[in-house]
Each structure stands twice: as structure tokens, then as C-alpha cells.
């Protein structure tokens, strides 16, 4: 059954069946802090032990996704009307060796974000379909508090080298002569603090973000001091892709997630002993106990 708090009073709810469906990050935590999972793991929480499945939170997998940003010319823009979403893609493969066809997705897209400075600024985003590196999911106490995920992206080296080469794409068809025609300073999007706070929906930040983008089409030339602070970057795209070493550390620092994580309660043969459901979605060594969402893939399809 199932054990719940409503309006501060335990209640406990018995079925035949029980139907598990939170999704990659808290299906594996939901059945680990009920008992089900490694069992080291759990003794180290106080957890008592109902079945010792190694797999559970193991083998998270993700597309992951790096992004190289465009400020768009007013006459190049979108009208306010389309909503921030992929207007095309470029898939592909990487053809390094022991990656797998049609690895490879660059996404492009016209609006970076909700606010009016977002709706100015497109980017290019070589993405991962097909990545090799695993994370995983683990507690961090037996109670509800949130898991501690590791989505370790570019943590496999062949992961780096095809986001290397995807990036080099990206700034090859950005330094392509009409791309240059509709966009005013291109950059390399680095993840801080600032440009998290900035992109948060809050009145303050929506005027903010219309200063800002009001400023730019004002003074033009203001947007490269701009567009340096807030990607905390100075040096330019071109330079980038030169340096190897500067290439690799950027992606390690700026690599994200596209909200698709798969593989933590994944399924598998009788005789796999990392499988944590069966061909139907039956949790192995638990009667009555399902899991039926994203969780279960052993790995990330080539799509959402």
C-alpha cells in the first residue's frame, strides 16, 4: 500500500496493485526511501532493507545540451506572437568512433527565454541524443527531503568530443555570411549565478529585462559590453573553437539538461542483476508493485 500525510494525519491506503509513476529523478528516490533499492545504501540512511536492488537510481541518462547565443537584428526577429520554441533542428550524425547513428540534434530557436530580452536573443544548441555517460540518483536522508541527482554530462569522453565538434558546428553556421547579416554579437552562454537570477519571472526582472533590451536597440554597440557580462565570457566564439583545452572546459562548466531523465529504475532480463523491472513494468522481488514511467528505458530514445 501506500502511506500519505493529509492535513498533518497519516493515513495508510492498501490495494492489490500499486502503480508507481514520478518520473527519472523521484520514481528511484520514492522507492528507495521505502526500502527498495542498494541495500548498502539504504542501511547507511537507517532504511530497513524490503528488497536489495542495486539498480534503483542507478544509470540516469539525460539528452544533454550546451547553448552558443545570437542577438538578432530588430528586422530579423520573430513576431511577439510565436511562443519561445524550436523552429527547426539539424540532426545528425557524429561519426566518431563507437558513436551510434543519428546522435546528434543542433536545435535552433528564435527566443531564448520569457522575458523581452529573451525574446531578442536566439542560440543554437548542439545537443546529445545518444549520450554514453551515466549518473545516478541517491538519497540524502530516509526522509522526504529532496535526492541528490548526478546527471554527470561530458563525463564520457567520446559525450566531450562529439559536444566539441556539435559546438564547432554551431559557430560555423553562425559565422556563415547571412547569419551575420541578421545578428549583431554572437557569444557562448555560460550558466551564472547573474544570468539565473535574470532569467527568474518577477516584475522586477520582466523591466530589467526591457531596459536592457530597449538599450540595445537604442545603442547598438552597447550589446558586446552587454552580452560580456552577462555570458561572463570575453573572449569571442572564434578563439574558443581554437583552443581545445578552453572548448572542453567551457562544456564541462556550461553542459545542462533537457528535462528528458530516463534509466533509474530501468527495465531488463530476469538475469540482469541491475534491472529493476521486468518486460511489464513489475518491480523484481516486490508483488503488487509497478513502475510505468520514463524511468524504466534503459536509454534515452532520439526524441522527447
Not at 174 to 188: D, I, N, Q
Request: charged fraction near 20%; aromatic fraction near 6%; include cysteine.
Amino acid at each position: 500500500g501506500v502511506t500519505a500525510r493529509i492535513g498533518g494525519e497519516e493515513k495508510r491506503f492498501a490495494a492489490r496493485e500499486i502503480i508507481l509513476a514520478l518520473g527519472g529523478v523521484h520514481s528511484p528516490a520514492f522507492l528507495m526511501r521505502s526500502g527498495i533499492g542498494p541495500a548498502g545504501h539504504l542501511r547507511e540512511l537507517g532504511i530497513e532493507v524490503r528488497a536489495d536492488l542495486s539498480g534503483v537510481g542507478e544509470n540516469l541518462s539525460n539528452h544533454a545540451i550546451v547553448f552558443v547565443g545570437l542577438l538578432q537584428h530588430r528586422n530579423a526577429r520573430q513576431a511577439a506572437s510565436l511562443r519561445p520554441h524550436p523552429m527547426t533542428a539539424f540532426r545528425y550524425s557524429s561519426g566518431l568512433p563507437g558513436a551510434p547513428p543519428t546522435d546528434m540534434y543542433i536545435n535552433v530557436q528564435c527566443k531564448t527565454s520569457w522575458s523581452p530580452l529573451g525574446f531578442q536573443v536566439a542560440n543554437l544548441a548542439p545537443t546529445l541524443l545518444k549520450p554514453m555517460a551515466r549518473g545516478r540518483v541517491s538519497l540524502v536522508a530516509k526522509d522526504a527531503r529532496p535526492p541528490c541527482v548526478e546527471f554527470n554530462f561530458a563525463g564520457h569522453e567520446l559525450d566531450l568530443r562529439r559536444f566539441m565538434q556539435g559546438f564547432r558546428r554551431a559557430v560555423e553556421v553562425l559565422a556563415h555570411e547571412k547569419v551575420r547579416a541578421m545578428s549583431g554579437v554572437t557569444f557562448p552562454v555560460k550558466f551564472t549565478d547573474r544570468l539565473r537570477r535574470l532569467n527568474r519571472i518577477s516584475t522586477a526582472n520582466k523591466i530589467q529585462s526591457a531596459l536592457i533590451a530597449a538599450l540595445i536597440d537604442l545603442v547598438p554597440p552597447l550589446a558586446v559590453p552587454i552580452f560580456s557580462t552577462l555570458a561572463d565570457r570575453r573572449g569571442d566564439l572564434a578563439t574558443l573553437v581554437k583552443d581545445d583545452a578552453a572548448l572542453a572546459e567551457h562544456i564541462r562548466e556550461n553542459v545542462a539538461g533537457t528535462f528528458h531523465p530516463v534509466g533509474t529504475c530501468r527495465m531488463g532480463a530476469a538475469s540482469d542483476r541491475d534491472a529493476v523491472v521486468d518486460t511489464a513494468g513489475r518491480v523484481r522481488g516486490i508483488a503488487g508493485l509497478r513502475v510505468i514511467d520514463a524511468s524504466i528505458m534503459p536509454t534515452v530514445p532520439r526524441g522527447n
